[in-house]
């Protein structure tokens, strides 16, 4: 018998990476992601295609630390609404309505103290709104914008954005003014897909130093798999997952 979950994955990825018009209509999806502007980083040019997604975000996208806001002269609950509001515009870019916006509303950088309880609020989510597939990111070893890690396999399906659609997603990263230094670090001419391949977050991703580590964020990749292997004891999952 076929799995449903396997069917509804394939097609989104076929409605994702078809250069074209797509066939058929995407199955429905709930993205969710980290941060406001991580949408677009990862599938701008196809966001136009998930307009009756629910799109959720994870995090504020403002540290409790201060120094992102402080750097745009705004306090952390100013900052916080600065990046909610140039989400809502480059979605609305997309044909994507305000009302699909859902937020987890943790502080940037928090999320990991908080792993158990997101994956409830997660879990009620998909009660309520019941997606056949999810469109997540996972990155790659160090700085290396719009890759996969090796691990874990899977056709990688790439997407070479045409000048129009590098058009549209420079329009997109414009929408997102306090993020212009780290947006220039995104490419605008490939997007990549894959199914999600299954992960221990137990272990490390990858040998030797990892990218977040570089910064004074106090998460290391030891405290981050401790984190990790306590929030699947408290929910009763075992991994890989």
Do not use: N
Not at 171 to 176: A, E, G, N, T, V
């Amino acid at each position: 018998m076929t799995d449903p979950s396997e069917c509804a994955a394939i097609a989104l990825l076929d409605v994702l990476c078809d250069p074209g018009k797509p066939a058929r209509e995407p199955p429905a999806t709930m993205v969710i992601v980290a941060h406001p502007d991580d949408e677009t980083v990862g599938a701008g040019s196809r966001l136009s295609r998930l307009v009756d997604a629910r799109f959720v975000h994870v995090t504020d996208g403002a540290p409790l630390d201060g120094r992102d806001a402080v750097a745009h002269g705004l306090s952390v609950p100013e900052y916080a609404a600065v990046r909610q509001r140039e989400l809502a515009k480059a979605l609305a870019l997309c044909g994507i309505d305000a009302s699909h916006l859902l937020r987890l509303r943790c502080p940037d950088q928090r999320a990991a103290l908080r792993l158990a309880a997101l994956a409830r609020a997660l879990r009620r989510l998909f009660h309520e709104f019941r997606p056949a597939a999810v469109l997540t990111h996972l990155g790659a070893q160090g700085l290396q914008p719009g890759r996969f890690l090796p691990a874990g396999g899977g056709e990688v399906r790439t997407v070479h954005l045409t000048p129009e659609e590098q058009r549209h997603k420079r329009s997109l990263f414009d929408c997102f003014a306090s993020q212009s230094r780290t947006l220039a670090c995104f490419p605008l001419d490939v997007e990549r897909f894959r199914r999600a391949p299954a992960y221990d977050f137990r272990a490390p991703p990858h040998p030797g130093p990892l990218f977040y580590e570089s910064f004074p964020w106090g998460m290391t990749g030891t405290r981050f798999c401790g984190l990790a292997e306590r929030a699947m004891s408290e929910l009763g999952v075992r991994g890989p997952l």
